[in-house]
């Protein structure tokens, strides 16, 4: 009896959070397909290949490895433009986002020294150190530097103390 009860508040739950969707402002809604634009961009730009690492799978289903990452958080600069982000699988994408990882102004990737003295991190990341990064084909599409300097002096270079 009690499964059945708490199936139906389960349920209930659901409906009204579809309701509470149907009924939001349209900004919610256009939010959601300017992330899916922008992801579809982005990814496209850099034939599904992680930015700084490089690594390209597609499934037969069409599912991709990378996904689309703001240089400078939209939150701090409501920028969707292509200049301002790149494919990045999740590994990279979190130590771009966490400060461990980074592009420098040749855009070569940049590994944090907390990288290289802690023991807990990948040693594979190791091995991008200097490497060139993968850019999109055309280069007014290559990421914008004053953001990659944003993201050095904001995120990164807090880890070269």
Known sequence: MFFYQYSQELEEEVKESEKAWEESDES????????QGFRK???QLYDHRCA?????????EGHIVV?????KPWSASHDDRPTNGFALCKLCHWSFDEGLMGVGKDYEVLVSKRVRTEQNYLGHILTLIDRPIF???EQIFWPDRNNLEW??????DI???
């Open 41 to 43: 961009v982005i990814t």
């Open 67 to 71: 996904e689309a990452a703001h240089i």
């Open 135 to 137: 850019k999109p084909a």
């Open 28 to 35: 919610a809604k256009n939010q959601k397909i300017w992330d």
């Open 159 to 161: 880890f070269l103390n």
């Open 151 to 156: 993201h050095f002096k904001e995120k990164f």
């Open 52 to 60: 700084l690492c490089g690594i390209r799978m597609i499934t037969p």
